[in-house]
């Protein structure tokens, strides 16, 4: 790692970022169309919620190969191939004549989508001093949030004036455009910067075999996995699916207020991105029981939101997404520990594995919520009292994880008084 912090790590870094926003604009963008997509496709909420769960399904799945392709070639060529893969899945997603179409093009989006957060991940520690480093790792997941704000407001906006095709062509194409810009300002690492071999020389180059054995028997590992499963899946499942669809339905916002709940989650995870990087780094081997008690208190706001007989108003969802928001950056204390204790050469395989935890949890979550929605809806139209029912969903995924952190955590201190009693 570099002892300094430099004006080029900056630059670097920014232009990586901005590949990043893009993927969560993207990622997010169903999130508000899904009362469209219904109407578009003709399906109900359990098919709706395939859209969502297909495209996590996909990034999770992918994140462990594309870590090992990242450690290989290098994050510069895969946030380039990952955002020209994710902006030809959103163009095919704006012409899909057919819902199998449709379901294709999310195939494509999760694809590409799953470079990006890796990518940045490991240009952090070739770039930034080992002490910055847990800091510009929030602020990569704070800014990356304002994607969300791209597809609640300009998006939703362009969604609602031209309909489904301009909006989604227009985002992909951005999204290219943005990603072949940011490809000339990143170097894979300080001593590789102006390198045409830059990509292709990151480190030791260990076999499958190697990388795979070593990060799947890492604790550490999955304990990142674990701690980004519990704490991001309530607020994932929120914005990718199914917080639209019960403001409108359930709550009766307008299109208006939609854009002010969600562009409230922007504005707490950004807020929240430096705090985060400082507890992190202080929390050190205790993060995992500051991420539970995060996590218990983010599912426990949503238990609460939903105990209500009557649909809460738009100012205590405000406070309950903004708290949330705040919260959820606790999600990234994994990645920190898995920078401190892998090596370098399998960072971003390490970082891949842990990353896929939220999103797993999202798939289920999501799928789940659409299935109770389905079962408890007497009408065609869902109603808040069917919201309720189906956001229990969250409780289920919730209790996976915290048991996950709780095991892992006591599995890593047995090793740790070992080791001290050597």
Known sequence: MPQTLSRRAITVWLAAVAVYVLAIAGRTSFGVSG???????????????????????VYAIAQIPTGVLVDKLGPRSMLLYGA??????????????????????????????????????????AWFPARKAPLFSQLTGALGQSGQFI?????????????????????????????????????????????EAASKSC????????????????????????????NLSPINIFLLLWGVPMMKLGMGLDAGQIATVLSTATIGSVCAGP????????????????ALATSAINVGLFAWFFASGQPRNQIWLMVLIFVVALLAPAANYGFDSVREHLKYSVLATGTGLANMG??????????????????HAQVATFQWAD?????????????????GIVYCGLRLRRIRDNASVR
């Open 275 to 290: 705090l985060h990087g400082m507890i992190s780094a202080r929390a050190g081997n205790n993060r995992d029981l500051v």
């Open 84 to 125: 020209i893969l994710m902006g030809l899945g959103q163009i095919i997603l704006g012409f899909a004549p057919a819902y199998w179409v449709a379901i294709l093009a999310r195939v494509l989006i999760g694809a590409g989508d799953a470079t990006a957060f890796l990518s940045v991940m490991r240009l952090i520690p």
């Open 35 to 57: 009362v469209a997509a219904i109407e578009r496709f003709q399906v109900d909420a359990s098919r709706l919620a395939v859209f969502t769960a297909v495209q996590v399904g």
């Open 203 to 230: 480190g030791p180059q260990l076999s499958l075999g190697a990388r795979l054995r070593t990060v799947l028997r890492s604790p550490t590992a999955w304990q990142g996995v674990f701690i980004h499963w519990s």
């Open 387 to 403: 919201f309720r029912v189906a956001w229990l969903g969250i409780i289920f995924v919730w209790a996976v994880g915290a048991a």
């Open 151 to 195: 597809s609640a407001v300009p998006f939703l906006h362009l969604l609602g004036v031209a309909g489904w095709s301009v909006a989604f062509v227009s985002l992909g194409a951005v999204g290219i455009l943005i990603a072949c810009a940011a490809w000339y300002c990143i170097a894979d690492s300080p001593e590789q910067h102006g390198s």
């Open 358 to 375: 939220g999103f797993v949890a999202t798939m289920i979550g999501a799928q789940l919520i659409g299935a109770l929605l389905d079962w």
